[in-house]
């Protein structure tokens, strides 16, 4: 089955930076698209980035110009850096394949507070 296993999250101040990496098992990493999502405290998850196989890139409006989704597929990881981050980035960012969506991984804790 597929796993998704996240990391690389925590407390960073206003304008700060993270890298999150999501590693993942039980497909052929190489053949799907792969997404980061966020979901704050109550509020729906929402999509943040999308990358393609082709490495078409797509970022919702509040991110972009700030995040960079990318992949390896050599060590089937997918990452979101995150610069300048902002309060409202604060939120629980899971991976995972938007074309499959199999079950959540546990996700990494991102805080951005002062």
């Known amino acids: 089955q597929v796993q998704l296993v996240e990391s690389g999250g925590g407390l960073v101040q206003p304008g700060g930076s993270l890298r999150l990496s999501c590693v993942v098992s039980?497909?052929?990493?190489?053949?799907?698209?792969m997404a980061w999502y966020r979901q704050a405290p109550g509020k729906r998850r929402e999509l943040v980035a999308r990358?393609?196989?082709?490495?078409?890139?797509n970022y919702s409006d509040s991110v972009k110009g700030r995040f960079s989704i990318s992949r390896d597929n050599a060590k089937s990881t997918v990452y979101l850096q995150m610069d300048n981050l902002k309060p409202e980035d604060t939120a629980h960012y899971y991976c995972?394949?938007?074309?499959?969506?199999?079950?959540w991984g546990q996700g990494t804790q991102v805080t951005v507070s002062s």
């Open positions: 995972n394949v938007p074309q499959l969506l199999p079950p």
């Open positions: 039980g497909i052929n990493f190489g053949d799907f698209d």
């Open positions: 990358i393609s196989t082709s490495d078409t890139l």
